[in-house]
Nanobody, 114 residues
Framework: VQLQASGGGLVQAGGSLRLSCEASGIIFSINTMSWYRQAPGNRRELVAQ???????NYANSVKGRFTISRNNAKNTVYLQMNSLKPEDTTVYYC?????????WGQGTQVTVSS
């Protein structure tokens, strides 16, 4: 299984970005796809999570601003990020958990200027 993330970039505070992550390989119908982020020197933290039956979970810091969605036919998860703040600046990673296995994408940089 491989995860390919895209969509990061530079945006001004208050702007929007949309991240995408496509999973390839053998993908189970039951899985959880998530976005995490990690700033230098910090732990990787969960941003948003979407399992295959539609249960969503968000970090408190992004509730009301970020929306996670997925296209199961394309094995792709999205993160729509609105009202971005400078503190959202970091590397974002997509994650797939299926069965007992966990997979990570390569990370995509999001930079929000003030």
């Amino acid at each position: 299984v491989q995860l390919q993330a895209s969509g990061g970039g530079l945006v001004q505070a208050g702007g929007s970005l949309r991240l995408s992550c496509e999973a390839s390989g053998i993908i189970f119908s039951i899985n959880t796809m998530s976005w995490y982020r990690q700033a230098p020197g910090n732990r990787r933290e969960l941003v948003a999570q979407h399992n295959s039956i539609g249960t969503l979970n968000y970090a408190n810091s992004v509730k009301g601003r970020f929306t996670i969605s997925r296209n199961n036919a394309k094995n792709t998860v999205y993160l729509q990020m609105n009202s971005l703040k400078p503190e959202d600046t970091t590397v974002y990673y997509c994650n797939l958990v299926q069965g007992s296995e966990e997979y990570w994408g390569q990370g995509t940089q999001v930079t929000v200027s003030s």
